[in-house]
Each structure stands twice: as structure tokens, then as C-alpha cells.
């Protein structure tokens, strides 16, 4: 079966534009989390939906905001962009509780400049 | 709060040699833990994870963790490893009561030939 898609790959944008990045889990997995990667921070746990409802987040500003459709596909969104939000940002899912094991994309490679 | 610490952030070794990459968590109530590795340009591919039952446990390719619930340690060994192996491993642990998977900051195996 097809693994969690993430889009686009690589992404370059300008300081203060928003983006809007692109997750399609596993089919039948309901639970999808995003997290932020960065050589310096590592991992971040940016948010957890399931059932188009937010049920967990992590410690990110505002500009940092996600979203579940009913057919579990996920965006997250990041507004008035800052340098330091160039990153690696991973999508994972799973069927219904991270401790069954997450799946991960490869990941929107997003650079600001 | 939950937290993991991966000791090394980057471990050398020969091939063929054994390895042990480790990692301590820190939490008020029972886990789940996990290793996570990341080949270079990819995300992330669930390695091994403990639930619960027997403490040690085992991956298809040659890896092993045991849990040691007194140390809280999760460490995770290889008997012999191969250039293959060269990749980024995480330490991951989640709350049995929450969903949201908490990672440590990665040690870097790099295999010498």
C-alpha cells in the first residue's frame, strides 16, 4: 500500500509569506502528527490530529497551524515566515495511537531566505 | 514532562564490530519507547519499540533494545554492524496515556571501513 505522501518535497520561500504544506497519510490511518526537524533543535513535536480534531500540540507559536480532512489528509500552515523556520518538516501517521508506531513521510524540505 | 537523552551524538565504529547506542528517558508514568532510524534524504522507519511483555526486543535486521525500567534506559545494540547500518537513530518515547511520541536528538552511527 502507498506510504504517507508529503508535498511538496522542497519548498523555498521569502521572511513574512505564508506556506501551506501537504499530508496524505496511510489509507485507514486516522491519527496524522507533524513535526519539525532541525540540525540544532532535532525532532519538535509540532501537533497531533485525529478525526479532523487537534489532540495534541507542542510548544510553537501561533503562525504554526494545522488542520485534519475527513479523509484524514493534513495541512499545516505557517504564517509571516521567519529564517529560523527552515526546516525539515515531517509528516507521520498512524492508525489510531502513536504507541502502534508512527509512519513518516519524507518529509517538506522548506528553506527561507 | 517527558524527556529522552541520546548520550552521543555521534558514534564511530568499525564493520563488523559491535555497537550500542544509548538512551535514557525520563517520565512519571509508564511508556512506550522506540528507535527510530533515518537514512540520509529520507524520514524516519520505526526500527524496533517496546510495549509492554518481554524487556528486550528485536528488529529484522541483527538490532536489539532492552528496557530497563530502574536505569530507564533503552539502549540499542547491534552485534556486527555493516556499512549499511550508516544512518541517524532516534530514541523515542510516548506515555502510554498520551499520543503524542516525544524523540531524543539523535546519535549518528558512521561505520568504518
Known amino acids: 500500500k502507498a506510504g504517507v505522501t508529503q508535498t511538496p518535497r522542497y519548498l523555498i520561500k521569502t521572511r513574512g509569506q505564508q506556506v501551506t504544506l501537504s499530508c496524505s497519510p496511510i489509507?485507514?490511518?486516522?491519527?496524522v502528527s507533524w513535526y519539525q526537524q532541525t540540525p540544532g533543535q532535532g525532532l519538535q513535536f509540532l501537533f497531533e490530529?485525529?478525526?479532523?480534531?487537534?489532540?495534541n500540540k507542542g510548544n510553537f507559536p501561533g503562525r504554526f497551524s494545522g488542520r485534519q480532512f475527513s479523509n484524514s489528509r493534513s495541512e499545516m500552515n505557517v504564517s509571516t515566515l521567519e529564517l529560523g523556520d527552515s526546516a525539515l518538516y515531517l509528516c507521520a501517521s498512524s492508525l489510531a495511537r502513536a504507541a502502534t508506531g508512527y509512519t513518516f513521510g519524507s518529509g517538506t524540505r522548506l528553506t527561507v531566505v | 514532562a517527558q524527556s529522552v537523552t541520546q548520550l552521543d551524538s555521534q558514534v564511530p565504529v568499525f564493520e563488523e564490530a559491535p555497537v550500542e547506542l544509548r538512551c535514557n528517558y525520563s517520565s512519571s508514568v509508564s511508556v512506550y519507547l522506540f528507535w527510530y532510524v533515518q537514512y540520509p534524504n529520507q524520514g524516519l522507519q520505526l526500527l524496533l519499540k517496546?510495549?509492554?511483555?518481554?524487556?528486550l526486543v528485536e528488529s529484522i535486521n541483527g538490532f536489539e533494545a532492552e528496557f530497563n525500567k530502574s536505569q530507564t534506559s533503552f539502549h540499542l545494540r547491534k552485534p556486527s554492524v555493516h556499512i549499511s547500518d550508516t544512518a541517524e537513530y532516534f530514541c523515542?518515547?510516548?506515555?502510554?496515556?498520551?499520543?503524542?511520541?516525544?524523540f531524543g536528538k539523535g546519535t549518528r552511527l558512521h561505520i568504518l571501513p
Open positions: 489509507s485507514g490511518h486516522r491519527s
Open positions: 490530529y485525529f478525526s479532523e480534531t487537534q489532540r
Open positions: 523515542a518515547v510516548s506515555p502510554n496515556r498520551d499520543d503524542k511520541i516525544i
Open positions: 517496546y510495549l509492554s511483555g518481554s524487556t
